[in-house]
């Protein structure tokens, strides 16, 4: 592999691995952003970012609460629950009605825990929300957009763990993984190779004209990340697409060979050296090496 191009794949796996930390922090988020837009020359401005906004909120929960906004499926069966058409709806405007509305719901303590997360979301989203609107009208036009848009920062790192996790345990060229992936009968499995398959095509390289001359950039399906409809100045960064592009770039530079899920952690690593580690830190080797010694002794 030409060093160039051996290079930049380590580039596009570290970020993969930082982007792929369970316990990344709100400022590191930040960063992911800023080093997509410089890896891809993206055209895009910052501020009022709303998937930004929702960091802070879901790194403040527990693990279980985190686990559930970033799984899809589970967003979905709690979708389901919430808007069942033969529930009563309470009045938003009423914090009691609400309280007792999701207490009712038949869901965990941690799903319920993660509709208040999206509930203050939404309100963030849109705050000039009537407040005598109903909880039924309010939420079924915004927690489908606070879900499949603003928490798409979280669902693809599910997703993109998924997808690597299935190539890394078939032990075959990535391409027929993905391949077998589509095609699969579990639906968790198509899911996750489909989403990135599908937003692998919404980016695409673009030129800009402009009165200092052309340059190159990239562009969306969807070309414009501004959603005016939700007030002036809000901007949602395309996490779907920006995320399927790394992981594809990565996986065609031969990433394959250069990645391991830790056998301590089991968190997402690059390597450097063909099939020369196993653990992503020496923190896990050791930790390894102790419990197997305990496990001896017992």
């Known amino acids: 592999m030409a060093n160039k191009e051996f290079q930049r794949m380590i580039v596009l796996g570290e970020w993969l691995e930082k982007y792929l930390n369970p316990d990344a922090r709100v400022w590191e988020y930040r960063e992911l952003l800023k080093d997509a837009i410089t890896l891809f020359n993206i055209d895009f401005n910052l501020q009022d970012e709303l998937s930004l906004k929702a960091v802070p909120l879901v790194c403040e929960q527990p693990s279980e609460v985190k686990d559930i906004l970033s799984n899809p499926h589970i967003m979905g069966s709690l979708w389901d629950e919430v808007f069942d058409d033969n529930r009563p709806k309470p009045d938003l405007k009423k914090r009691e009605e609400v309280e007792e509305f999701i207490s009712n719901l038949e869901i ?85 190779f489909y989403e990135i398959y599908e937003n692998s095509h919404s980016i695409f390289e673009a030129i800009n004209i402009t009165e200092e001359g052309a340059y190159k950039t990239m562009t969306f399906d969807s070309p414009t990340c501004e959603y005016t409809s939700l007030g002036d100045g809000y901007s ?5 697409p920006v995320v399927s592009k790394i992981l594809i770039d990565f996986l065609f530079l031969g990433g394959q060979d250069y990645y391991l899920f830790c056998e301590q952690c089991d968190r997402f690593a ?19 090496g102790n419990e197997l010694k305990m496990n001896k002794i017992r």
């Open 108 to 192: 965990s303590k941690h799903q319920k825990a993660a509709l208040w997360v999206v509930l203050r979301l939404v309100l963030i989203v849109d705050q000039e929300v009537d407040a005598s609107a109903m909880l039924s009208i309010l939420l079924k036009t915004q927690f489908s957009f606070v879900q499949y848009e603003v928490l798409d920062i979280f669902s693809f790192k599910w997703i993109t763990n998924e997808v690597l996790k299935k190539i890394n345990q078939k032990k075959e060229l990535w391409s027929n993984t993905f391949k077998t992936g589509l095609d699969s009968k579990d639906s968790f499995t198509c899911f996750s």
């Open 270 to 288: 690059v390597i450097r050296r063909k099939g020369r580690k196993k653990f992503c830190s020496d923190l896990c080797r050791t930790t390894h």
């Open 236 to 240: 949602l960064f395309p996490w779907g």
